[in-house]
């Protein structure tokens, strides 16, 4: 019996999957899977799993505060997104952007980012990221000392 090997897209979306799954644990491995995913999404030359791929990546290096290269990915993620017409992908990139804003003492740019995706994440039902989302501006909210908001989105 010969064991099928999965095609280079389903590839990319079980390194992705694991990647998003580890994180929490083993962040460096998420790292690693979701360059690998990159690399064959840039192989591949698709557009959506490139833009995908990207804006994990540039999450996980705004956890692990390289700022400047979550910010690139999450740019270059962001044009891929609106060409394909993905609002969520768009939402996703920006929760990047926002978190880079947030913890650089920037709170107005991640709270603009943060409205943005929530709007986005509640038009699609998209709950899991719109918790993501109401816990960062619940964060934005307590730097600013605003109870009340704070209280509201935790």
Same mark, same amino acid.
């Given at each position: ?15 992705? +999957?694991? =990647?998003?799954?580890?994180? &929490?644990?083993?962040? !460096?491995?998420?790292?690693? #899977?979701?360059? %690998? ?30 700022? +400047?290269? =979550?910010?690139?990915?999450? &740019?270059?993620?962001? !044009?891929?997104?609106?060409? #394909?017409?993905? %609002? ?67």
């Amino acid at each position: 019996m010969k064991l099928s090997v999965p095609d280079d897209k389903e590839r990319v979306l079980s390194l992705l +999957e694991e =990647a998003y799954a580890c994180r &929490a644990n083993n962040l !460096n491995k998420s790292t690693t #899977l979701a360059k %690998e995913a990159l690399a064959i999404s840039r192989k591949m030359d698709d557009v959506a799993l490139l833009a995908k791929s990207l804006s994990q990546l540039a999450l996980f290096s705004m956890i692990q505060g390289e700022y +400047e290269q =979550a910010l690139s990915m999450s &740019a270059e993620a962001i !044009n891929y997104f609106e060409g #394909l017409n993905d %609002e969520v992908g768009i939402a996703n990139a920006k929760y990047n952007i926002a978190g880079v804003y947030y913890k650089t003492d920037n709170y107005h740019l991640g709270l603009v980012n943060l409205i943005d995706c929530i709007n986005t994440y509640r038009k699609y039902n998209d709950y899991h990221n719109l918790a993501r989302a109401h816990k960062s501006l619940g964060t934005v909210y307590d730097y600013f000392g605003d109870e009340k908001k704070l209280h509201k989105n935790l």
